[in-house]
């Protein structure tokens, strides 16, 4: 059957699918939505066939063909994973050509509650690819579910080469850290580039191990629908020219956009070996060194921040500045450095740097200047994220009088699960099972099961981005529960003289 996706109509307007009469509104649709499309009407109105996998959702409803587009834009989804990271981006094409990349998975398992809600992964489905930015559970446990699951393939999995091993302590699990003999500079050596390192590290370890992250690539390892598990740095990576970008995704790739790799940065020694500097700490370390991505489609980026902190800020700003010392604050050189640095970091879109933490630069926010800002956070945990000071920051140092700030925890109000109502309800059908029931409303009962146990985490707290390289929106679904009034969103694009502004 043809399909076709909605589109971004100008000035604003939204979008509706409509009931039979084509006057009645039945529910409102966002830019890119996936439209199957029954047949094609003479007056200009397309029938689609709404939810077809759905036996209690799927129904036909009308769009005016004007309001479609054949080709669907880019998309990144924010998945709100509670305390944690976790994105899915998907690329414009179909077929053979799509990339579904998953950039960590959060803790739980509200990840793979979205993934199976979208791709239906419970019957089946192979992503391109996994990218644990690095080993801090609320980034990379949520895999583990998807990594156990043999339904469920990845072609590559990516991590940032700092492997937590399955022993004690903190430093003993990465590598302990050895200064180089003529800089006195500490670095980490023991880096697992490539399955076989993983393999090593891991393959031995019992799938019930107490350390989690053994636990997960003991899953990786495990999974034959799993390709190949490997580092992705500034060296480990498809080197173009002297840029690191994501494999398959360089500009030899030919996508029409592509996915740089900023971090972490590996410094050779002497004998040529692969190092990761230490950063600080044990945590500001592996934190430090998260990778570090920046998508570029036509005239935006989008930077994935992961989660960087003050020590790792400066050291890349350093670092691609070709400066040996951070300037001091107030200085021509430091103000110079900035400059220096946003033709490397520059974005419009960020996905802030550790759940909204204080602990980022001011530098480093000037280098990115993005008009708009994503935070990753969640409500059961102590870090008192977003902090209050660091949104302050971001609506000075972001671009334009008024940089938008989004976040999974606050644009999700809602508790996290539904409602008692839903539960009555549930406990009375199933009452009148016992005096018999017909098989459809055997149906209707489990998908309200279902819906059930769906949280409002994974439905309302999503920031959805979409952009098709000359406009982008970021959204987020609105809880009155409406299907009239479902979305909210900005739109951006550049004016004639190359400034990002509100669409």
């Keep these: 059957m043809a399909h076709c996706f909605v589109g971004l109509p100008a000035g604003g307007k939204k979008t509706y ?31 689609i066939d709404w939810a077809p996998k759905s036996p209690t959702k799927r129904q036909t409803l009308y769009i005016p063909q004007v309001d479609t587009i054949a080709q669907r ?16 981006l998907i690329s414009p094409e179909r077929g053979a050509k799509e990339r579904i990349t998953v950039i ?23 992503f391109s690819a996994a990218v644990l930015t690095h080993p801090d559970s609320d980034h990379y446990f949520g895999f583990l579910s ?3 699951d043999h ?10 080469g700092l492997v937590e091993r399955p022993v004690s302590g903190t430093w003993a699990k990465i590598g302990t850290p050895h200064p180089d003999p ?18 090593a590290a891991f393959a031995g370890v019992a799938p019930n191990t107490r350390f989690q992250f053994p636990r997960v690539m003991k899953a990786a390892l495990d999974n034959p629908k799993i390709k190949d598990v490997r580092m992705l740095s500034t060296a480990h990576a498809q080197v173009e020219d002297g840029v690191a970008w994501m494999p398959g995704f360089a500009p030899s790739d030919e996508r029409g956009y592509t996915i740089r790799v900023l971090g972490p940065v590996v410094e050779e020694s002497d004998d040529g070996m692969p190092r990761l500097r230490r950063l600080g700490s044990f945590g500001e370390t592996k934190n430090g060194h998260s990778v570090l991505l920046k998508l570029n489609y036509g005239d935006f980026n989008v930077l994935f921040g992961g989660d960087l902190n003050e020590p790792a800020e400066e050291f890349l700003l350093q670092h691609y500045t070709g400066r040996d010392a951070f300037p001091k604050k107030g200085t021509p050189d430091h103000d110079q450095m900035i400059e220096d640095a946003k033709p490397a970091f520059g974005a419009e879109i960020m996905k802030s740097c550790h759940h909204g933490s204080e602990k980022v630069t001011d530098a480093f926010l000037a280098a990115v200047n993005p ?21 302050g920051r971001l609506g000075a140092f972001g671009r334009g ?18 409602d008692k109502k839903v539960v009555d309800k549930l406990l009375a059908d199933i009452d009148k099972l016992a005096a018999g029931a017909t098989q459809a409303k055997l149906d209707k009962i489990k998908e309200d099961v279902r819906q059930l146990a769906r949280s409002n985490v994974e439905v309302y707290g999503a920031v959805y981005l979409k952009t098709d390289g000359k406009r982008l929106i970021t959204a987020f679904k609105i809880e009155l529960g409406s299907e009239l009034k479902k979305w909210f969103y900005f739109r951006y694009a550049l004016n004639e003289d190359g400034e990002l502004i509100r669409d």
Excluded at 182 to 195: F, I
Excluded at 401 to 418: F, Y
């Design 182 to 199: 003529a800089t006195g500079v500490a670095y980490v050596h023991d880096l697992a580039v490539d399955r076989q390192a993983i393999e």
């Design 371 to 391: 008009a708009a800002f994503v935070i990753s956070s969640g409500d059961a945990e102590g870090h008192v994220h977003p902090r209050p000071d660091l949104l």
């Design 151 to 160: 339904r469920i393939g990845f072609e590559t999995v990516y991590h940032n």
């Design 73 to 88: 834009p880019l998309e990144i989804i924010f998945v709100d994973v509670g305390q944690g990271d976790g994105a899915v």
């Design 401 to 418: 009088g008024a940089p938008v700030i989004l976040s999974t925890e606050l644009q999700r109000s809602s508790r996290a699960m539904e």
């Design 146 to 148: 998807l990594f156990a």
């Design 17 to 47: 699918l409509y009931e039979a009469d084509r006057v009645k509104k039945a529910r409102q649709v966002l830019w890119g939505d996936h439209l199957q499309i029954k047949r094609k009407l003479a007056d200009g109105w397309l029938e």
């Design 104 to 126: 960590d998975a959060g803790e739980g398992q509200n990840m793979r509650a979205f993934l199976s809600a979208r791709f239906q992964t419970y019957r089946g489905f192979s």
